[in-house]
């Protein structure tokens, strides 16, 4: 840390010191206290990390010592990327909740906390931290270090996303896209990460934006060929020929040969199609469609109503037993997982399954048919997914 309080109470910043010999005068004799929890804390100067305050015993509930050179580095690089604009505080200790915001703002939208994050963070204290800023009205912004997210800066996309990094996903408001918020400091840079696709429980492909300035409502430019789409069928095919025959699809795939009477390897190329909110569920697009389709589509006969509320009520007793999980997304504000569910109604609507009678009413327009074989399964698939996104030339895929 930065930042400590003196013996008379008074705050010190190691940033406000530019010349050693200042330093040396300021901190002769003098002690200096940890604001958060008063304990004692030795100044320290390395080979490899800027000089920094450390506890003398690591038991502070405010910070996590030691941190490595990349936070502290980090750090300073976001204090001084909102100077220009705003008067950032560093190493801000707010009383009410006993927390260290590594950097605060206050604007004319609101309070901001920046929490810079380089290791892990267990699911349970990233929630206790975002919640306590919420109760004091404050807006915690996460915001992981590149490396973390991006390993030795290879290819952005696709990325293995673990639910530690999933955690990071912030959607402040409705009319924001969904973005996870990196920085990196040795570039003084900041990248919006949209997530575009999944194609299993981490794979991801993300839209990444670079910007020099942290920005509330970043602006995606909108990417025309979907990256994803051979991958993805390539996938599909995978899942096909292996997967469906893996133990921990057992359930899945009685439950498919109790239905619909044929193997699990056979299912209708209208599993498994693409929607904006699929990021609330962890359960792989493919598992959840399958569920879905197997409890409130198939067996419904032509021409009959499906309720979108029982389709929600069969879909939230798979939530129940587990068969579907969704992601914990502590920062996500707008929408959820019920947004997925109608998003693929609709996709069905769109490939000429299902026609919309009402927000809530859809009708069976066609029964789909058992697929025969694995060859005419990849190429339906392939079929059904062109076809769908030519009518999506619009939207983000
Ligand atoms: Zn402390």
């Known amino acids: 840390m930065f930042v400590a309080k003196k013996r008379d109470g008074s705050y010190f910043s190691l940033l406000d010191c530019k010349r050693i010999d200042e ?32 506890h003398q015993f690591n038991s502070c509930t405010a910070s996590s010592d030691p941190e490595s050179p990349y936070h502290l580095e980090g750090k300073v690089k976001l204090y001084e990327s909102f100077l220009p604009y705003n008067q ?38 990233f929630n206790r931290r975002t919640k306590l800023y919420e109760k004091e009205g404050i807006h915690p912004i996460w915001i992981i270090g590149r490396q973390f997210l991006v390993p030795q800066d290879r290819n952005v996309s696709p990325l293995k996303l673990s639910p530690f990094q999933w955690r990071f996903l912030q959607r402040p408001s409705p009319q924001s896209p969904p973005f996870i918020l990196s920085f990196c400091p040795k570039r003084s840079m900041f990248s919006y990460h949209r997530p575009i696709f999944s194609i299993n429980s981490s794979t991801t492909y993300l839209n990444s934006q670079p910007s020099e300035h942290w920005l509330e409502k970043p602006n995606f430019i909108k990417q025309h060929s979907p990256l994803w789409k051979e991958h993805f069928l390539h996938y599909k095919k995978k899942w ?22 044929i193997p699990l390897s056979l299912f209708p190329a209208e599993i498994g ?79 000429g399954v299902l026609k ?34 030519r009518t999506k030339q619009s939207t983000d895929y």
């Open 23 to 54: 330093l040396e005068r300021i901190t002769k004799g003098e002690s200096f206290y940890c604001p958060a929890c008063n304990s004692a804390l030795l100044l320290k100067q390395g080979q490899v990390r800027r000089i920094h305050f450390a």
């Open 273 to 351: 199609l693409p929607v904006s909110s699929f990021y609330h569920i962890h359960t792989s697009l493919i598992e959840w469609q399958a569920w879905l389709y197997f409890d409130s589509i198939y067996q419904a006969p032509t021409f009959s109503l499906i309720h979108l509320s029982s389709v929600l009520k069969n879909f939230r007793f798979r939530l129940k037993a587990s068969d579907i999980t969704l992601r914990d997304l502590p920062l996500v504000k707008a929408g959820s997982y019920e947004d997925a569910i109608v998003e693929y109604m609709n996709v069905l609507v769109e490939i």
């Open 88 to 125: 950032p505080i560093l190493e801000h200790h707010i009383p009410n909740t006993n927390q260290r915001a590594d950097v605060y703002m206050e604007t004319d939208y609101g309070r901001y906390a920046f929490e810079f994050q380089c290791s892990n963070l267990s699911a349970a204290d």
């Open 240 to 261: 096909r020929y292996q997967y469906s025959f893996y133990k921990p699809h057992q359930k899945l795939r009685s439950y498919c040969y109790g239905k619909m009477t």
């Open 356 to 389: 919309r009678e009402t927000p809530t009413i859809y009708r069976v327009l066609q029964m789909i048919l058992p697929l025969s074989s694995l060859e005419q399964a990849h190429l339906q698939d392939r079929l059904v997914l062109e076809s769908l996104l």
